[in-house]
């Protein structure tokens, strides 16, 4: 039998304030364990929340980037349960009223347009972390993650393999570090999902029994975990068994997951409006506000570097996955003045494989936008070959100082000086007859031969163009 | 020394007629003689008499509050930095907050002086005082009588002049209702008016600090200090704080007093029935008119606040898990162990029954038919309240059924328990402010007169209970052995 596979999404996306959804505390990561919990994160007696308007102004801003309705009314509700990591018993999420209605996100599979919808996003916060190991057989907790704020953005079940649940994701990623309010940090676990998997015969309406699987934090993972639950699912029923309704955990050593409980195992979570916290008023005016700040996503974005700079569309594809890279492609453009597809090269090229290779982001590359634009000015104008741009990248790279300090301190600039070029070139032609004589005689090969030799007596210096154009116009003669 | 009010005390301070240090000394002694009344949990003699030193120096440099250097206590429900605070229970005997409520913070920064920490309801679930992890406090009318709670140990320490004044919180009753048994003003506020931020949650919606005194004039002045918008609580709201005392002495010729019919039928007590009657005489002397009204939804207010209450606690509780503070079992072997345990061995029966019918009427299934519904009947209500109150300025009527019923009466009905709470549970499901005002007695017990007010009119009606008390000295009786 043919089967298809439907697929849903829960992602949770940790808004990147400065500050928790309900406390003051701090939420850098990493800190010494409860360090950044105070007396609101530990769930001590007496102590309320207070909603931080940062983490709302972000699901709004996400809201409106997915084209989402924005509730003008939403509400806070407890979601009962016992765990050592959750301090008050309960976690301050939404239920009934989210505060982003339903909107949409496209993704692209094999160079098609898929719309994926999005039934809500709603704010909640973080628990804690229990902590199994250095305790010798008792759990530590650690509570600085507690009271971090989420953004939990829930797909429709639009998607039909784990390749289109990986461009979701991946998408839905691009989105929240465009619009500056998730740092998208997987390891760290600020960007992760949960996938509702089902199987259901092709050409069946009805969807088929659905299982969770929990806490996958990361794009590989995702595409793994789901076609083994698919490969799961399809067994177990051809085998003539059954799917139960339950929540699973991929182990992503074994490569494979896991029951962890089932739907009768389920916690009643008891949710009721919190009544220590206000319904959240949205007015027009705010959501004027947002949209007028705004920033151009991704898609846009695309387009404009198509229609105004003329690239390729894998060029676009790279210097668009993030804004910071965008910006510093154009930044680069305006100042170095050369052509985009020179600065997109370099970008892309050179400068992309040196901050891989160190691990650093664009943000916090060694060579800035002006200085690269100094060096791209330089081949631009024939100063310096590509070749020995390299050499200068390198030294970029290594100090502070910019292009031309360099070029000049190494004496580096190219000889475009007819004169000079034609000295040397006569002098090639004298020393190398049998070369000129095979060369003349139809073997077109050993121009190479000369480009290499004239090079070399000029240390790479002279303008590969002038002397291309010279030898050829001396040999040929 | 404990015959006079707050307000007169303050004006001895002020002309130095006694210090902030004696008067201090007075009443740590006064508490010490009257333990049989178990109305402290916790007494702080050395911490009272530090900022006694430092309330007599601010009077000196001309520094000074109404409120500096008067002698105060706190029920135990408030945290308080460096003071054990329990709120009545097991689960938290040997709580040390690091941090002081808001209203805590009021007091201190006013300079006024705290003597300890008042006993309660564990976690204020309770109208008698019995629920208490430190034993049941005693009505100083009458040992063998409750003093009715949650408040209990504020309304009985007030009342037998162990401090001057006190705190309590009112979530279905807590302040009014043992006020009224003791003998006592107090006045629960509209919700909102007072932070909640420090004052340990039963039911989150509901709960209200406010003062319990000896007179209207000293509920002003505690009001002025503990009302007021707190950031750290969102709940509570921003509208200016009015001078409370300035508006004491207005007439009340032409006031509309509204007596709901429901007020005054079947279940309350003839002779109480007959007290109220003649302070309502009282302000028709005074220039009030008299109007009947009906509020109909009245009925529906205690199965609504046994479904909404029990709901929210069920959740406010859950935080005493014995993982961070409070009790914890011995040698838990495994996490439900250790949450079974803690929390069977740490609450009292009270908690626990409110903690399992809340959480059943959030039960999924459940949750539609209680707490949805008991929500609706919550807003019929208030309804209710915002028709009568359109129509009168303020309306009457009793605060308890009877007077104060004997110690271990009730402890074993519970539903008979919660109707003694019959007359005051409404107030705070509509959030309008209250008082209970000393207005007789009957075969030598208290009666409490209530007044109910619109939203933010705590000022009127102190000058409502201010100008009966300029006529009447209910207030300013003293129990026997207390003189």
């Known amino acids: ?477 | 020394m404990h015959t006079k009010t707050l307000a007169e005390l303050s004006l001895g301070l002020q002309a130095k007629t006694y210090s902030s240090v004696e008067l201090t000394q007075f009443f740590l002694n006064r508490i010490d003689q009257h333990q049989q009344l178990n109305s402290y949990i916790t007494v702080t003699p050395e911490l009272a008499l530090a900022q006694a030193k430092a309330a007599d120096q601010r009077i000196a440099n001309g520094m000074s509050d109404l409120l500096t250097g008067i002698p105060i206590a706190q029920k135990d429900i408030f945290c308080t930095q460096g003071v054990i605070t329990t709120c009545g229970s097991k689960m938290l005997a040997n709580f040390n907050a690091p941090y002081s409520a808001t209203v805590v913070d009021k007091f201190n920064q006013a300079g006024a002086v705290m003597l300890g920490k008042l006993n309660m309801d564990e976690f204020a679930m309770g109208s008698s005082n019995e629920t208490s992890y430190f034993g049941s406090v005693k009505n100083p009318w009458n040992i063998n009588t409750v003093p009715g709670g949650s408040s209990g140990g504020s309304a009985a320490a007030v009342s037998a002049r162990l401090a001057v004044c006190a705190t309590g919180t009112d979530t279905g009753g807590s302040i009014r209702q043992p006020a009224a048994l003791c003998g006592i003003t107090g006045l629960k506020p509209t919700y909102g008016r007072v932070s909640r931020y420090g004052m340990i949650a039963y039911a989150s919606s509901l709960d209200q600090g406010g003062p319990m005194t000896r007179s209207a004039e000293d509920a002003a002045i505690m009001l002025q200090t503990m009302a007021g918008f707190d950031e750290k609580d969102s709940t509570s709201v921003d509208i200016p704080v009015p001078d409370y005392r300035i508006g004491l002495n207005k007439s009340l010729v032409g006031l509309k007093i509204g007596l709901p019919k429901e007020f005054f039928g079947e279940g309350l007590d003839e002779n109480v029935a007959a007290t109220l009657a003649s302070a309502i005489a009282e302000y028709r002397k005074l220039g009030a008119e008299i109007i009947d009204i009906s509020m109909p939804n009245l009925k529906l207010a205690i199965p609504a606040y046994y479904v909404i209450a029990p709901a929210e606690c069920s959740a406010n509780l859950s935080r005493f898990d014995g993982v961070r503070y409070g009790y914890r079992c011995e040698s838990p072997v495994d996490l439900t162990d250790l949450y079974t345990r803690s929390r069977g061995e740490g609450f009292g029966k009270e908690v626990k029954r409110r903690i399992l019918m809340g959480t059943y009427a959030l039960s999924t299934g459940y949750y539609d038919a209680y707490y949805l519904k008991a929500q609706k009947i919550r807003r019929l209500i208030s309804e209710d309240f915002k028709a009568a109150l359109a129509t009168v300025d303020v309306i009457m009527g009793p605060v308890t059924p009877s007077t104060a019923f004997g110690i271990g009466e009730k402890m074993d009905d519970p539903i008979a328990m919660y109707l003694s709470d019959i007359y005051t549970i409404a107030i705070n499901l509509a959030g309008v402010p209250a008082m209970s005002i000393p207005a007789g007695f009957v075969a030598g017990m208290p009666v409490g007169l209530q007044l109910i007010g619109d939203y933010f009119s705590e000022d009127r009606l102190l000058n409502i209970a201010h100008q009966y008390q300029q006529v009447t000295d209910w207030h300013n009786f003293i129990p026997t052995g207390f003189e």
Not at chain 1, 114 to 126: C, N, P, Q
Not at chain 1, 231 to 240: D, H, N
Not at chain 1, 343 to 353: F, Y
Request: glycine share 6%; charged share 25%; with cysteine.
């Open chain 1, 1 to 477: 039998m043919e089967w298809e596979t439907v697929i849903g999404l829960e992602v949770h996306a940790q808004l990147a304030t400065r500050s928790k959804i309900f406390s003051g505390a701090a939420t850098v990561y990493g800190a010494e364990p409860n360090t950044q919990a105070c007396a609101v994160d530990l769930g001590l007696p007496g102590v309320l929340p207070v909603l931080n308007q940062e983490a709302v102004r972000m699901a709004v801003i996400f809201g409106m980037a997915i084209e989402a309705h924005i509730a003008p009314y939403s509400v806070f509700a407890r979601k009962n349960y016992f765990y050592p990591d959750l301090p008050k018993g309960y976690q301050i999420s939404q239920m009934d009223h989210p505060i982003v209605g339903v909107g949409h996100l496209d993704i692209e599979i094999d160079g098609l347009i898929k719309r994926i919808g999005v039934t809500r996003a709603h704010l909640e916060e973080d628990a804690g972390k229990s902590l199994h190991e250095d305790f010798h057989g008792l759990t530590g907790i650690d509570l600085n993650r507690a009271g971090t704020p989420l953004l939990e953005i829930v797909s429709e079940p639009d998607m039909r393999t784990a390749k289109e649940a990986v461009a979701y994701m991946r998408k839905l990623h691009e989105l929240v570090r465009y619009l500056g309010i998730c740092d998208g940090n997987m390891q760290e676990g600020s960007f992760r999902c949960d996938a509702n998997v089902s199987v259901r015969p092709k050409g069946q309406v009805e969807f088929g029994t659905r299982a969770e699987i929990k806490n996958i934090n990361s794009f590989k993972f995702v595409e793994k975990a789901i076609n083994h639950e698919v490969e799961r699912q399809i067994a177990l029923i051809e085998s003539g068994g059954k799917i139960v309704q339950e929540t699973r955990l991929y182990d992503s050593v074994k490569d494979e997951t896991r029951s962890m409980r089932s739907k009768e195992e389920a916690n009643d979570y008891r949710y009721f409006p919190d009544p220590d916290l206000l319904p959240v008023i949205i007015d027009e005016a705010f959501k004027a506000q947002i949209k007028a700040e705004l920033p151009e996503l991704p898609e846009a974005k695309k387009l404009r570097f198509k229609a105004e700079y003329h690239l390729d569309e894998e060029s676009i594809a790279i210097l668009t996955v993030t804004r910071p890279l965008a910006d510093y492609f154009e930044a680069v453009y305006k100042k170095s003045g050369c052509e985009a597809k020179l600065c997109a090269n370099w970008i892309t090229g050179d400068l992309s494989a040196a901050l891989n290779k160190a691990g650093l982001e664009i943000n916090a590359s060694p060579i800035n936008a002006e200085r690269l634009s100094g060096l791209l000015a330089r081949i631009s104008d024939n100063t310096i070959s590509g070749k020995i741009a390299k050499q200068v990248f390198e030294l970029l790279w290594q100090s502070t100082a910019n292009a031309d300090d360099i070029i000049a301190e190494q004496g580096l600039t190219q000889i475009s000086d007819t004169g000079a070029i034609e000295t040397i070139i006569d002098k090639i032609i004298a020393d190398n007859p049998s070369q000129v004589e095979q060369y003349r005689s139809g073997k077109d090969k050993m121009f190479a031969f000369f480009v290499g030799q004239v090079m070399k007596a000029m240390q790479g210096k002279a303008n590969p163009a002038e002397v291309n154009k010279m030898l050829k116009e001396k040999l040929n003669s």
